[in-house]
């Protein structure tokens, strides 16, 4: 009995342990996924396109992911963001398409963030 609950409580630990892991996983990606969304235009982009665009921007030699993995977790990121009252992102008249939402006060800020400033002038 002691061995069983022993494997129970190493599976649960186990099981807490990758789902933060994914947890994580996800919330890194939603930098990413607005960072495309800003660069894309008014009309925004399919998901299989920002999916790709995320998944070329965080995989690399040392931490390889797997492509389809990367596109379940935006698609599920970006259909339960969209539906949120005030989100950021909204989906487009397109379906499948996504873009953000220039009424949102966190989109504003967005901007305003990634808007280069006279000492980054050099690099565009």
Known sequence: MLHS?????ITNKSF???KTIQTTALV?????ILLVLKE????????RRI???????T?????????????????????????????????AETRGWYR???????????LLEFEPNEEDEWML
């Open 100 to 110: 953000l939402n220039m009424r949102s006060s966190q989109v504003q800020q967005l």
């Open 40 to 47: 894309a235009n008014q009309n925004g982009l399919p998901l």
């Open 51 to 57: 999916a790709l665009n995320v998944y070329n921007m």
């Open 59 to 91: 995989n690399s030699l040392f931490n390889p992911l797997d492509q389809e993995k990367v596109y379940a977790d935006v698609s599920e990121w970006l259909r339960t963001e969209s539906t949120k009252s005030g989100a950021s992102i909204e989906r």
């Open 16 to 18: 807490l342990l990758t």
């Open 28 to 32: 890194n990606f939603e930098r990413e």
């Open 5 to 9: 609950s022993l494997f129970l409580s």
